[in-house]
């Protein structure tokens, strides 16, 4: 039976108990970006998610959303933001700020799509004020 208990970083080490049990300590952090949890080594290289086991994050998703929606709206499939709202069954405000998203200018885009934001960016954010110049 294994048993994996998370501690803080130090170095690689393997027991071996009486009974013939194996315990291994494995250097390793955990972090938490974009909704992923990635592990990171020692020597503070990040093991990335191979490409078959990724999700969407939650950015990408609201950016295709935005997408979508705007390209409802200019189609003339809705006819107002409101309409869009109550199809979709949500806040007219959150149709706006996901709209918003499409004003972002192409290498913010282009960092969501491939997930290379920092850390610190916020969807709220973005979708709230999105930046008027794009230089």
Known sequence: MSDIRIQKMGTPDVIEASD???????????KRRSGRKLVTLPNGETIKPRPWDTATTPLQLALARGHRWLAMLESGEVKTMRELANREGVDNSYVSRMINLTLLPPWTVAAILDDTLPDDAILFDMAVDPPLVWA
């Open 20 to 30: 013939g049990r194996l315990t291994v300590s494995v250097p390793i952090q955990i």
